[in-house]
Structures are given as structure tokens and as C-alpha cells.
């Protein structure tokens, strides 16, 4: 019989021991009595203390004694674990943490060294502690936290310099902008992230400014041009721009930084022209100066509250213009297609929702302003019922892919036929009243800037996100919790919602209920896809109890990603052609 016993615990210490070896752990167990039954030998990598005090049948007391006499004991550095000069106290506080039922604690036990150890008490009286070497990860926090100590300190610096400074990835979309660069726009950096020169400027300078950033990326050469910016708030702002291309192959990234020289370039004539009612600032010299970024927008710098009182926004004196209004909700529209109109000789400005609209129309009447044309963006929600509505002149609705060649035609054929005609009362309405409907059905979804907000608050499955959707050529904004996705989906209104379920400050199913609560009344809901660990019964009820329509599992891959997309999404309809 006991060679029987000595045979079955030679087998159980060879389990353990290979359990050790395959976790990477070192393992001891005492019994209720505190004595040892297993120590693995990895525990020596751990602690330098005599190998006798691994042996079955020593005290745990005995065992932490002899660590702390080692003087690499747990929370300490080598050099000062020494001046601890009290053992029994020590002994005692440890001993109680192997009675707990459970205690999990990091702790250094050298200069760079820190461990993970696991204790567990069962209900037999077992203990069984497990020690882990954690110093790598340690490691990789510490200098994440000196890293992230020193973006934020950078970050501060660039915001409290004058010079508009920004910094554009190889595929030239910004991904750091200072605050003098977000006055130029007039725009949060939260507004300028993640978008290219397209969405802010016009087509002419952004594909002039897209070739000379492409050229710093490719050559490594160093850009330089002065240049004359008009400012979001109507301010001239006189440049110096240079370009530097900075970082290693293959990841290298542009730097662009603009050079304010506008005391050199404007200067004071003196005060007999301030008391004559001219500007004390007259321009010297900017023939060197090429036309920049022109960021004002008259209309939108006005206060709605006044508009009434401050006049018409269109001057009714301007002869031979005709006059134009864009209603649109997206910046890129509006910012692209306003100077563009007065390119063509248009007197144009823009209103975003039906409040300005109603506001501008009201001010027109009041100073017996005509508007030749309105023009409506196609992809907005309410776009029919605003041309219902309109019947101050006649309406464009702009498709999602107009050309500029056959809007101008279209905005020139609708002014000459059109003007000073009004609405009949004939349900077809006159012959005149010239309306382009978009190919997308206006009562579906709009074209979205972003097609897919995803929800998730691991970092790892946020690059593999990011990875799998820019390979599909879909763009996206990655939420870190919640709060965030639902506040990412009121400011873009996506295609599509890839939303964990487990996240920090508002998990996925509360921020679910969230959307579909703000969506109420809305002619179609968001779909909203869960993304789970596990593909637990209590999950996807709990997913469909919150309002989400279907749910992916863990680990995800871009086959998995593309048919999730293809099934939710009218890809014709909702992505943008070329």
C-alpha cells in the first residue's frame, strides 16, 4: 500500500512540475498547517535562498524567513530590503496574505525585476501560490507612461506656439494639429483629425498643396513658400511654410509648419491715418505671397440672434451677380463648393439647417432681396421637405456625385428660366421649377463622412480594427467607450456600429440604448452589430434586448468584417464612387 501512496504522489508532483514548466510558473503548496507539500524549482529563479527550504514538510514560516534573510524579498529593491530591520512583523503580514482566500499583488523584488503572485486559499485548507515574472510588461508601462508623459509635454509646447503647426501621415491625413493651426480653420482638432487638405480647402489649392506634400515625402526635401492665409475669423495671416519629412522608411511622416511673418510683411503708416478713418495697417510687399488657405466664411461668422438687425448677408447693390444660397450640413460641401460658386461669378454664401434657412429667408423678405436659386445637398435627411417647403425661388437638389461642369450648367438654366417665378398652386407645380434628385433615395441613409464607428476599449483589437478596415477602404472612427461611440455616432451618423459589449464607462449594451433612443423618430436606425469575447446565450440576448441587430465574435478577420458590412450596408447606395 505505500509503495502504492508513494507511487500515486510521485505522479501528482510530476504533474505539477510539468504544469510549472508549461506556464511559465513557479508553484508552491502547504497544506493547513502551513507546511510545504510542492515547491516547484523555478522559485530559486525568484529568490536566492538554500534549496533544502523547497522540501516537503518545511514550515511556510521557515520558507519566509529565509526570503527575507536573502534580502530580495517583495516590495523591495536589493540595496535598501536590509534596512526592513524588523523580520517577525514581516513574517507575520505575509502569512496572513496566504490565509486570504484570494490575494493577487505585482511586486519588485529587485532593481528591475517584478513579479505577479497569486495566492489561494481553498476550503480544504489547501494554499497554492503562483509566481509569475512580470518585469518585461512592467517594463513596456513604465516607458508607455514616459511616452505618453512626453506627448502630452510636447503636445503642450506646440499649443502655446503662435506658428500654426501640423503633422499629416504618409497617406496625408492629419493626425497632429496645434491650436493656431485649428484657428485658421476655425475648427476643433477633434473636426481636423483624421481628414485630409480635400475636406478643407478648395480642389485647386488642395491638389496643389497634395503635390508638394507628396514631393517632401518622396525626396526628403525641405518645402518652403510664402503664402497669404485668410483665416476662419477674416484676419490675413502672412506665412512662411516649410515642409519636413520626418521618421524612419516606410513610416515616415510630414511635418508642416507655417511661419508667421505678418508684422514683417504689414507695417504702421502712421497716425494721420488713423485719424483720417483708414487702417494704421497698410501692406508693404506681398507679391512673394501665393494665395493659401482661405478659411472665412461670411454667413457662418454671423450672429443668427442679429440677423435680422445686421441687414442682408447679400449685398442687393451688386450688380450683374446672381444670387445663390447653399443649404448643407457637411463642412467638406460647404467648404469646397461656396468659393467655388463665387469662382463662377455667383454671389453665394451658406446656411446648415432649416433654423438658418428660416432665418435668412425672413431677412431677405425684410430688405426685398431675391435668391435665384436655392441649392440643397442632396444627402441631407430633410431634403424634400425643404424643397416643399421653399418657395422664395427655385431649388437644386445636389447629388451626392455632382460634377462641377454640369452644376454650373444646371445652376445657370435654372437662374435664366427661373427668375421671378414662383410656386403655382398646380400639384405638378411650373415647367420652370427645375429639380435634380439625387440617384440615392433621400428618405434612406445619407452619405456618411464616416461609414463605420467601432466601439472597443483594447488597444490591440483597435489597431487590428483599424488595419482590417482601412484594407477594405472604409473609413472609420475607433470610440473607447460608450460614451464615446454614441457621441461618435451623433456627429457622423454612420453606415454601421461595431459595439463590445464590455467596455469602461458605458458598456455596449447602455450605449446601444443610448442611439436607439436618440434614433427614435428617425426614418431608419444605425445598424449596430455586437462584437463579444464569447458567444454566450445571456450575451446575444442581452444584445438583442438593447436594440443591436446581429453579433461577431472574437478573434475578428476582414473576411468576417467585409460580410458583416455587405449584409447591413447597400454598398452601391452608401459608398462613395471613385
Not at 136 to 157: A, F, S
Not at 226 to 251: M, N
Not at 272 to 288: E, N
Not at 516 to 540: F, G, M, S
Request: charged content about 25%; overall charge negative; proline content about 4%.
Amino acid at each position: 500500500m505505500n509503495d502504492v501512496a508513494s507511487f500515486g504522489a510521485n505522479i501528482q508532483k510530476t504533474v505539477l512540475e510539468a504544469t510549472s514548466d508549461a506556464l511559465g510558473l513557479a508553484i508552491l503548496v502547504c497544506d493547513k498547517n502551513d507546511e510545504i507539500v510542492f515547491a516547484s524549482r523555478p522559485i530559486l529563479q525568484f529568490y536566492p535562498i538554500p534549496a533544502h527550504f523547497l522540501e516537503a514538510g518545511t514550515r511556510l514560516k521557515d520558507f519566509l524567513g529565509a526570503i527575507f534573510d536573502s534580502g530580495v524579498r517583495s516590495g523591495t529593491a536589493p540595496e535598501t530590503s536590509r534596512r526592513h530591520a524588523n523580520r517577525d512583523e514581516w513574517i507575520s503580514e505575509h502569512l496572513s496574505h496566504h490565509w486570504r482566500e484570494r490575494f493577487d499583488v505585482v511586486e519588485r523584488i529587485g532593481r528591475h525585476r517584478w513579479i505577479n503572485v497569486r495566492t489561494r486559499r481553498l476550503s480544504s485548507g489547501l494554499g497554492i501560490v503562483a509566481i509569475n515574472d512580470v518585469s518585461e510588461q512592467k517594463k513596456r508601462e513604465e516607458q508607455m507612461q514616459v511616452d505618453m508623459e512626453r506627448v502630452e509635454l510636447t503636445e503642450g509646447i506646440l499649443d502655446c506656439l503662435p506658428n500654426p503647426i501640423c503633422v499629416k501621415d504618409r497617406n496625408l491625413s492629419y493626425i497632429a494639429v496645434n491650436k493656431a493651426f485649428c484657428a485658421i480653420h476655425g475648427m476643433t482638432a477633434d473636426a481636423i483629425l483624421g481628414r485630409s487638405v480635400w475636406d478643407l480647402l478648395e480642389p485647386d489649392l488642395a491638389e496643389k498643396f497634395e503635390r508638394s506634400d507628396r514631393a517632401t515625402l518622396e525626396s526628403g526635401d525641405v518645402h518652403c513658400q510664402p503664402e497669404q492665409i485668410v483665416q476662419a475669423d477674416g484676419e490675413d495671416l502672412w506665412v512662411v511654410t516649410r515642409k519636413f519629412r520626418v521618421g524612419d522608411p516606410g513610416k515616415y511622416l510630414l511635418v508642416t509648419c507655417m511661419n508667421d511673418v505678418t508684422d514683417l510683411v504689414v507695417g504702421y503708416s502712421g497716425l494721420d491715418d488713423i485719424t483720417s478713418g483708414r487702417s494704421p495697417l497698410d501692406v508693404k510687399d506681398y507679391s512673394v505671397f501665393a494665395p493659401a488657405q482661405n478659411c472665412y466664411d461670411p454667413f457662418r461668422s454671423i450672429d443668427m440672434q442679429h440677423l435680422v438687425e445686421a441687414g442682408a448677408i447679400i449685398d442687393p447693390d451688386v450688380k450683374g451677380k446672381q444670387k445663390i444660397l447653399l443649404m448643407t450640413s457637411a463642412a467638406a460641401l460647404e467648404i469646397n463648393l461656396v468659393p467655388q460658386l463665387r469662382r463662377w461669378g455667383f454671389d453665394a454664401c451658406a446656411v446648415r439647417n432649416i433654423t438658418e434657412l428660416a432665418a435668412f429667408k425672413d431677412a431677405c423678405a425684410a430688405r426685398g432681396i431675391i435668391i435665384e436659386a436655392l441649392l440643397i445637398d442632396g444627402t441631407m435627411a430633410d431634403t424634400l421637405a425643404t424643397v416643399a417647403s421653399w418657395t422664395m425661388s427655385p431649388s437644386l437638389v445636389i447629388a451626392k456625385d455632382w460634377k462641377a461642369v454640369e452644376l454650373r450648367a444646371s445652376i445657370l438654366a435654372l437662374c435664366e428660366n427661373g427668375i421671378g417665378a414662383l410656386p403655382s398652386a398646380e400639384p405638378e407645380g411650373p415647367a420652370d421649377w427645375d429639380i435634380i434628385v439625387p440617384e440615392t433615395n433621400l428618405t434612406g441613409r445619407p452619405m456618411p463622412e464616416v461609414e463605420v464607428v467601432v466601439a472597443e476599449d483594447n488597444e490591440i483589437n483597435q489597431f487590428v480594427f483599424a488595419q482590417i478596415l482601412e484594407g477594405l477602404g472604409i473609413s472609420y472612427r475607433i470610440a473607447a467607450n460608450g460614451e464615446e461611440a454614441v457621441k461618435f455616432w451623433q456627429q457622423y451618423r454612420p453606415n454601421l456600429v461595431l459595439m463590445d459589449v464590455s467596455m469602461p464607462v458605458m458598456n455596449g449594451f447602455d450605449a446601444t440604448r443610448a442611439i436607439r433612443a436618440l434614433e427614435k423618430n428617425a426614418v431608419y436606425q444605425t445598424p449596430i452589430i455586437a462584437v463579444t469575447a464569447q458567444a454566450l446565450d445571456i450575451d446575444i440576448e442581452q444584445s438583442k434586448l438593447a436594440g443591436m441587430d446581429d453579433y461577431i465574435t472574437k478573434p475578428i478577420s476582414p473576411d468576417m468584417i467585409e460580410a458583416v458590412y455587405r449584409k447591413f450596408v447597400n454598398t452601391k447606395a452608401e459608398r462613395m464612387t471613385g
